[in-house]
């Protein structure tokens, strides 16, 4: 059984896994100027008749303000994807889009090499009584009953303030050893997930393109 067929025999946790968006924030202000008042021009009396004092007012600019502008660019090496479920987020431009085994999941693989992959996607949970870190428990379990598989972590924690789950494997596939990042959340009653795979060697670059991914998904 090859990896992609290994996943696709899971729930979503395993079939549907795998970049910054950059918010440039830029926010300007006119402050009003208040002229001075211009004093009262005084004319001098003329035998009997007086002309009154004469008062300039001050004028007054009413505050102009500019509302802060918010444009949301990617780095030319990132492309943007939408992946089933409502997912979006960003993958590296050159790599290739697929869907996935099942219809919930997309792959992206790096031409130049298969061992290096993103697998996204998102899908109704169909338990929704058994908490996330459960359900990713249970089929990290399943999944350590094959050969060549083994777990390095797994860890609940949040990804914007939704439940979320990390899971970082190691297997044996058909094209050579892999090691894996995941990252699973769950928002408004669906499973979403991003994956990471990539040679042991690269550990450190296969993290950080799934960082990349979780920072730059929605929801």
């Not at 009997?48 to 802060?68: I, K």
């Not at 998102?122 to 060549?148: M, S």
């Amino acid at each position: 059984m090859n990896a992609k067929n290994q996943l696709g025999a899971l729930p979503l946790a395993l079939t549907c896994t795998a970049l910054y968006i950059v918010l440039a924030g830029t926010a300007g202000y006119l402050t009003s100027t208040r002229p001075p008042p211009t004093a009262a021009a005084l004319l001098p009396t003329i035998t009997t008749t007086t002309t009154q004092p004469t008062t300039t007012q001050p004028t007054t600019n009413a505050p102009t303000t500019t509302q802060p502008t918010t444009t949301t660019t990617l780095p030319p090496d990132l492309q943007r994807v939408e992946a089933p479920g409502g997912l979006t987020t960003a993958i590296p431009a050159n790599w290739t889009v697929t869907t996935g085994t099942v219809a919930t999941t997309l792959v992206a693989t790096d031409p130049t090499s298969p061992r290096r992959e993103l697998r996204l996607g998102g899908a109704p949970v169909t338990d929704p009584a058994t908490p996330l870190l459960d359900r990713i428990t249970r089929a990290a379990a399943d999944r350590e009953r094959e050969p060549g598989h083994r777990r390095v972590t797994l860890t609940a924690t949040t990804i914007r303030d939704h439940p979320a789950v990390t899971w970082e494997f190691d297997e044996n596939t058909p094209s050579g050893p892999k090691r894996v990042a995941t990252a699973f959340w769950e928002s408004a009653g669906v499973e979403y997930v991003l994956y990471s795979a990539g040679p042991p060697e690269e550990w450190d670059l296969t993290r950080s393109r799934l960082s990349s991914m979780v920072d730059r998904s929605t929801p």
